[in-house]
């Protein structure tokens, strides 16, 4: 069973617009990450923020992470429409892997 | 540098084919993975490896097998293909030295029929 829920499912926005997508988890975490997927391509790694951290910035991105909730959001500020992708948040339990949620399909309108 | 390749691109085969599935990775990584991913439900690890010589199950074995013979390459085989294992196939590495961080391959699209 997957650990990650994404929420959306999906999301469509106007470019300039900042787009937010929150991923909800089952189990304590060592971090956890947010991947990004252009259509017919392979998974790119965006952002890793670990357990004991609650916020964290990557040019227009920003990740919170709220451990006594078991929830994380991304949010893309001034959205682009090179932003059109689905988004993947992946959990870190141990055991050497990462437990994939199920994404989000974002689609920014130029 | 090349990253993360898989061979090939695009496959069908017809039920009961075997067939290989190639991944290899230039980076020196220890950490290799295989994935399926399906429409609506994400990646879904088949197998993975931590190091060259071994191999482990993952979420959704059943139906294939890997080898990991040389540090660089990581297969993964079908024996007996069935309609199933229709699905997008992703490799990924990492190194043992990351926060867990994996680099992905551009993909293999397999048909069953």
């Known amino acids: 069973s997957q650990q990650g829920e994404e929420d959306p499912q999906a999301l469509s926005i106007q470019e300039g617009e900042n787009a937010t997508m929150n991923c909800s988890y089952k189990?304590?975490?060592?971090?956890l990450q947010w991947y990004r997927q252009n259509s017919g391509r392979g998974l790119v790694h965006l952002i890793l923020?670990?357990?004991?951290?609650r916020e964290k910035h990557s040019g227009r991105l920003r990740v919170t992470l709220d451990t006594s909730k078991k929830s994380s959001s991304l949010l893309i500020t001034a959205s682009r429409a090179a932003d059109t992708a689905s988004y993947f948040c992946a959990t870190d339990a141990g055991g050497n892997k990462l437990v994939f949620g199920a994404g989000t399909i974002l689609r920014v309108k130029s | 540098n090349a990253g993360v390749t898989q061979t090939p691109k695009f496959r069908v085969l017809k039920t009961g084919q075997s067939m290989t599935l190639l991944c290899a990775q230039d980076m020196n990584h220890e950490y290799m993975y295989w994935y399926r991913q399906d429409p609506g439900m994400g990646l879904r690890l088949i197998h993975y490896?931590?190091?060259?010589?071994?191999?482990a199950k993952g979420e959704v074995p059943d139906g294939y097998n890997v080898s990991r013979l040389k540090k660089q390459n990581f297969l993964l085989g079908l024996e007996s293909a069935a309609p199933s294992q229709t699905s997008v196939y992703f490799c990924a590495s990492r190194s043992g030295n990351s926060y867990n961080e994996q680099f992905f391959g551009p993909g293999t699209r397999l048909t069953v029929l």
């Open positions: 490896s931590v190091g060259e010589g071994t191999t």
């Open positions: 923020i670990r357990s004991n951290e």
């Open positions: 189990t304590s975490i060592n971090n």
